[in-house]
């Protein structure tokens, strides 16, 4: 669906107020989506869409999954946790999986970035050299 210029500026102002400290609120979203459905400005159907497109992003960019192969005790969940926040800032919402294929250390993804320090992986990369 072809978005016009004004509309992408209003979505982005509007994500741009959704925010306190560079974290998402998901109230002020709900209430910038009520004063829109309010107003009814002009295009506000994309202006929503749009605003909807964004805040699906950032949220897909905060999600944090962190498998290990045997559950990590709550005190290491909470170190990697707070690790993890000092990298990428606050609001992050961390998952810890198990996943007993890694066969040793942790496998980190946060957004797009992936961090692998499994055994599984560094078998593989050997595999490949040979």
């Given at each position: 669906m072809k978005i016009s210029k004004q509309a992408q500026h209003n979505a982005r102002e509007?994500?741009?107020?959704c925010?306190?400290?560079g974290v998402l609120d998901e109230n002020r979203v709900r209430q910038a989506v009520t004063l829109v459905l309010a107003?009814?400005?002009r295009s506000y159907i994309e202006i929503l869409s749009r605003l909807h497109r964004l805040v699906k992003l950032e949220v897909e960019r905060r999600a944090t999954r962190v498998e290990s192969a045997t559950p990590l005790p709550p005190d290491l969940q909470t170190k990697v946790t707070e690790q993890l926040g000092k990298i990428y800032g606050a609001g992050l919402s961390v998952s810890f999986v198990q996943n007993p294929a890694?066969?040793?250390g942790l496998r980190i993804q946060v957004g797009s970035d992936l961090y692998d320090g499994s055994v599984r992986a560094r078998l593989t990369t050997l595999a490949r050299r040979f």
């Open positions: 509007l994500f741009h107020s925010l306190v400290n107003k009814k400005p890694l066969i040793g």
